[in-house]
């Protein structure tokens, strides 16, 4: 799987955009771009995958660049309860087990009030 | 809530004690998998199994023993464990190990290894 790179922390103000980059330049083609978070002491949670097309859903837009070489995950109006780490992982989806997924160290989001 | 639930949600034993993890999935799932997350480290994947049979060990001690006696339930038997064992151990559910599918996680099981 190709390696993803992320800031390890940023911050928002509640009710603004959260935008959280990530890199993934040596990403190949039949790799998909998927984002999940973890609440502290919690499981991690599903929020947003895709492949070339920019993709929203109830909780985020994922915006994937058209090189394919970076994308971001948008939380449009951010709330205290989205304060997570946020994991950008690539990872291809045709012989590899779905659940090989590498989470790394991820970016910590604090939102603040 | 996301239909995986993990029993305790916290442990603690001691080196020569017993014990086991449950996790039940209901979401009629075909894989299921155990990961250990120690203080500062990625997830590591420990187990994985589908349609009940384990299909991947990713070199576990053999003091950590899984069972899965369906495809809702997952089991982690604990023995002889060490305290660098202490972590939080999740079980995550999906509709099968291959394809472009979300995993679903449990809130985990804290063990403290005395």
């Known amino acids: 799987d190709a390696k993803t790179t992320q800031p390890p922390s940023m911050d928002c103000a509640e009710g603004r955009a959260a935008n959280l980059p990530c890199n993934h330049s040596?990403?190949?083609?039949?790799?998909?771009v998927y984002w999940y978070r973890q609440i502290h002491s919690q499981g991690p949670q599903y929020i947003i995958h895709g492949l070339k097309n920019n993709e929203t859903n109830e909780m985020a837009s994922l915006i994937i660049t058209e090189d394919r070489k970076s994308s971001t995950l948008i939380l449009p109006h951010a709330t205290l309860r989205d304060t997570a780490v946020y994991y950008c992982?690539?990872?291809?989806?045709?012989?590899?087990?779905?659940?090989?997924?590498?989470f790394g160290r991820g970016t910590q989001l604090t939102v603040w009030p | 809530e996301t239909g995986v639930t993990q029993t305790p949600r916290h442990l603690v034993m001691g080196m020569t004690n017993k014990k086991s993890l449950k996790c039940e999935q209901h979401l009629g799932h075909n894989a299921m998998y155990w990961y250990k997350q120690s203080a500062k480290k990625p997830l590591e994947l420990m187990f994985v199994y589908s349609l009940e049979e384990r299909v991947e060990n990713n070199s576990v001690p053999s003091r950590f023993s899984p069972e899965c006696p369906n495809s809702s339930h997952l089991f982690l038997h604990l023995h002889t464990l060490q305290p660098e064992d202490s972590a939080l151990y999740l079980c995550?559910?999906?509709?099968?190990?291959?394809?472009?599918?979300?995993?679903?996680f449990g809130e985990g099981s804290r063990l403290t290894v005395l």
């Open positions: 040596t990403i190949s083609g039949n790799e998909y």
């Open positions: 992982i690539a990872t291809r989806i045709r012989g590899s087990t779905l659940g090989r997924l590498y």
């Open positions: 995550a559910s999906s509709q099968d190990t291959q394809g472009a599918g979300e995993l679903f």
